[in-house]
């Protein structure tokens, strides 16, 4: 009994709003946009359309995109209330802490250290492949140096995807202040570059390439349960808004500013991906679209060679531009865990930019190394798997958020209460069995690691335990 209440000892919002007072508020809504959009738009919409197409969907990737957004619409209700009520640094890590108790935010900080290190990763192999792409007329990068480890292929690293990473990093210590309109003004052009794409790909459409819309079951893959399968492994492309709530602590009026932030940026990703599928899909029969850069692909197999050419730095700028705001969202969530003492090396302190330097290493070296050893196809799916979990339990946190009297909860609140927390913890959970045996399998070990981590670790140097 003793341990139960030690390791489901609540965190209180009061010690956490001293903890992050330091973080300089910078952030208004315009610039949550443009980090939200920013972190939305990018693999998303120029790579897992294609392949998700290609493997599982067909066609119908259209309608796997459409649920993926409505119930990411739900979750992200869930996030906008537990952001205006929490505004601390941490996200659903944090929001575990004070609502659920240590272990249950350990667990949520784990699934996130899961979810946005690898979808940085991810990303950065995608944005290795469209940039090999974009100066192969002129240069080629050695076949050791150009792909994740794998000696019977003949590669090594992807240097390039490691060298993204450091560029990143780079850029965020400056601190956020300084690079924040640089995000934002790539951010108008990537989604100019989007535009550009719907729009000439459109003439280029062929009836026939649509036929049929869901193809027969087939090889584990396509018809209605193809589409589902799908819908779990695009939510990938939706991580940004939940990224977002990990810099509640640097915006200025949160309870405003943060819904505002998470409903805008998922509806105008939600438009986007669906035009992008569908023209795609459109263009090219799907069964071609399993490559690494699908949309420059279509443009070329259509004589657009210009319009690639401007496509995949379009894709360079949007892939880019995901990177920054998760791998920002991956520095506050190592601050987070750190300020409460579970993770060494003072993790949790913040210089005088007052930006979390520390964490933001730790988080940059990590990150390189998997983007530069490990494939993109695993990293993408187990990616899913942190994300839903933490889509879930954030979820049904809002029960336990309205019944605290000790919150000062006068902010935006989801409807429907509790009927629509219950619903979008259903959906996070049933598309959590849609992933892949190996896929969960895979995070059920890395949560084994997380549990020992924390009892070994965490709970003996826990800040919360210590008082």
């Given at each position: ?211 049929p819309f869901i193809p027969a079951r087939a090889h584990g893959a ?38 505002i932030g998470i409903f805008g940026t998922l509806a105008i990703a ?43 730095i379009g894709a360079l700028i949007g892939m880019f531009t995901m ?145």
């Open positions: 009994m003793q341990l139960l209440k030690r390791i489901f000892k609540k965190e209180t919002l009061s010690n956490y709003m001293q903890s992050d007072q330091h973080f300089a508020k910078t952030l208004g809504a315009k610039d949550l946009l443009g980090l939200g959009i920013g972190a939305v738009i990018g693999t998303g919409i120029f790579i897992l359309p294609g392949t998700v197409a290609a493997t599982t969907a067909g066609p119908g990737v259209v309608i796997s995109f459409i649920l993926a957004a409505l119930i990411s619409g739900l979750v992200a209700m869930a996030y906008s209330e537990m952001a205006s009520a929490l505004p601390v640094a941490g996200s659903a890590y944090s929001y575990g802490n004070i609502i659920f108790g240590e272990i249950i935010g350990w667990i949520l900080g784990w699934a996130l250290i899961l979810e946005y290190f690898l979808a940085v990763a991810a990303v950065a192999t995608g944005w290795s492949a469209y940039f090999a792409n974009l100066v192969r007329p002129i240069f080629k990068m050695p076949q050791a140096l150009a792909g994740s480890f794998n000696p019977g292929q003949g590669t090594y690293v992807d240097l390039v995807a490691v060298l993204i990473v450091l560029c990143l990093a780079v850029l965020l210590s400056g601190g956020m202040k300084e690079s924040k309109r640089f995000q934002n003004v790539m951010v108008l052009v990537k989604i100019g570059i989007i535009i550009l794409f719907v729009v000439v790909g459109f003439f280029y459409i062929k009836a026939n390439n649509y036929q396509y018809g209605i349960k193809g589409i589902l399968t799908g819908t779990a492994m695009v939510f990938f492309a939706f991580l940004g808004f939940d990224a977002l709530s990990s810099s509640a602590a640097e915006v200025k009026n949160p309870k405003k500013n943060m819904p939600a438009l986007l991906y669906a035009a992008v599928a569908f023209v795609l899909t459109g263009m090219m029969n799907y069964r071609d679209l399993n490559v690494a850069d699908p949309v420059a692909l279509a443009l070329q197999k259509v004589g657009q060679n210009g319009v690639a050419l401007i496509i995949t990177m920054y705001t998760m791998l920002y969202a991956s520095s506050r969530l190592v601050y987070a865990i750190g300020r409460d003492g579970l993770l060494p090396g003072k993790l949790g302190q913040l210089n005088q930019k007052e930006e979390p330097r520390r964490a933001l290493v730790v988080a940059t070296v990590i990150v390189a190394l998997f983007a530069g050893f490990v494939p993109l196809d695993r990293l993408v799916d187990l990616v899913n798997m942190g994300t839903l979990l933490a889509f879930m339990v954030v979820s049904l946190g809002i029960i336990p958020l309205r019944k605290r009297k000790d919150l000062n909860h006068d902010g935006y609140k989801m409807p429907w209460y509790p009927i629509l927390p219950l619903v979008a913890a259903g959906f996070s959970f049933f598309l959590m069995t849609q992933l892949r045996l190996d896929t969960l399998v895979a995070a059920a070990i890395w949560f084994v690691i997380g549990l020992i981590i924390y009892f070994t670790y965490g709970m003996r140097h826990s800040k919360l335990n210590s008082n």
